[in-house]
């Protein structure tokens, strides 16, 4: 059993028109409860979000910056965990949703989605690496919006060394299939050091930072 809080800071240069900067901070509450080798798993994460003066559509006589809250996310797996089996492996499947609760049409996609999601992790000392794969639809919201068909790839892998350190990438790849071809995929790639460490035997804490490259990204961002 486990409960988890925690943040993730993306700065993405480049990734608003005009190849201006974009700040997401994620706040992230995980809580796993155990029922032999089942669990059930929660995860939400609440972005805020910064958007720089140079994003359009801007309202009239606004200086164009925005700092708001983006689309809530919640996914709840089932897992069954066989670490101590054959399979050294552990999987979960759930749903996951998302909540239209941007502050700014520009932070949000304004509309109420859902899609299953798998996850599978293996862990042979000392790597641990696996993927998380989801698909989402919409299915209500603001119909002046775009329908929202979007697959996600979250592949997963550490390399763990003494004293908590650790090497890892964890990359997260889209498909948006109501795009064209020239602005369907993202595809970053890069990776970077972390290190696990303890407050008192029962509070880790992980750190880490990343950085990434974009192989592929939408036409209309570059």
């Known amino acids: 059993d486990l409960v988890r809080f925690g943040f993730t800071n993306v700065l993405a240069f480049g990734a608003a028109p005009n190849n201006s900067n974009i700040n997401i901070f994620n706040l992230n509450a995980n809580t796993t409860r155990k029922f032999g080798q089942w669990a059930i798993l929660n995860r939400l994460v609440v972005?805020?979000?910064?958007?720089?003066?140079?994003?359009?559509?801007?309202?009239?006589?606004?200086?164009?910056?925005?700092?708001?809250?983006?689309?809530?996310?919640?996914?709840?797996?089932?897992?069954?965990?066989?670490?101590?089996?054959?399979?050294?492996?552990?999987?979960?499947?759930?749903?996951?949703f998302i909540f239209p609760s941007a502050t700014d049409d520009r932070m949000g996609l304004g509309k109420w989605s859902i899609g299953p999601t798998?996850?599978?992790?293996?862990?042979?000392?000392?790597?641990?690496?696996?993927?998380?794969?989801?698909?989402?639809?919409?299915?209500?919201?603001d119909s002046d919006r775009l329908k929202v068909n979007v697959f996600v790839i979250r592949p997963f892998v550490n390399y763990n060394f003494a004293n908590g350190w650790y090497l890892t990438s964890t990359p997260t790849m889209f498909a948006n299939w109501e795009a064209d071809g020239r602005n369907r995929w993202t595809v970053p790639i890069g990776g970077g050091i972390g290190r696990v460490m303890f407050r008192g035997e029962r509070h880790p804490v992980d750190l880490k930072l990343q950085s990434f490259y974009f192989l592929e990204k939408p036409e209309d961002r570059k």
């Open 47 to 96: 972005p805020l979000v910064y958007l720089p003066a140079s994003v359009p559509d801007a309202p009239s006589g606004d200086s164009g910056k925005s700092f708001g809250l983006g689309d809530i996310e919640y996914t709840v797996f089932f897992a069954r965990d066989e670490s101590k089996r054959t399979l050294k492996s552990i999987g979960g499947i759930g749903p996951t």
């Open 118 to 141: 798998l996850a599978i992790v293996r862990m042979p000392d000392p790597w641990v690496h696996g993927v998380v794969l989801r698909n989402l639809w919409s299915f209500a919201g």
